[in-house]
């Protein structure tokens, strides 16, 4: 079973048309400086243990009082419970192919980074 984790559809209508179909986890809303915000809830994907998530935008900056300070860490954290992860990644957020190391981080990720089992590896690098 495939869940939708987070997608921002950014009230795109074709990109609102690809997610029927399936479920989309409830969002967490958090607090942070007067803001509602509305993050990826981990907790609950993690409870739900489906085999696939897709996650939108991996470079994204959690709130601070998030388990993790970036969505790139929440990825690892699911991958690490054998959840399969489809992400999203913004092309701009890679400086170079040269220097990218990590899912999404401009700069080196600390310890090894996400792990995937796709074709390229059991390491992004």
């Not at 990826?40 to 993790?68: C, E, F, K």
Request: aromatic share 4%; net charge neutral; charged share 30%.
């Amino acid at each position: 079973m495939s869940f939708a984790g987070i997608v921002e559809t950014r009230d795109r209508h074709d990109t609102d048309a690809l997610l029927e179909g399936l479920e989309v986890i409830a969002r967490k809303p958090i607090d942070y400086k007067g803001l509602r915000l509305e993050e990826m809830d981990l907790d609950a994907i993690l409870a739900r243990r489906p085999q696939l998530v897709l996650v939108d935008d991996l470079a994204h900056t959690n709130p601070p009082g998030s388990r993790h300070p970036k969505r790139y860490m929440d990825v690892d954290e699911l991958l690490h419970a054998g959840i399969d992860v489809h992400a999203t990644l913004n092309i701009q957020h890679v400086e170079s192919p040269a220097r990218y190391r990590c899912a999404g981080h401009r700069s080196p990720c600390p310890g090894d980074g996400p792990r995937t089992r796709s074709s390229i590896g059991p390491k992004w690098k």
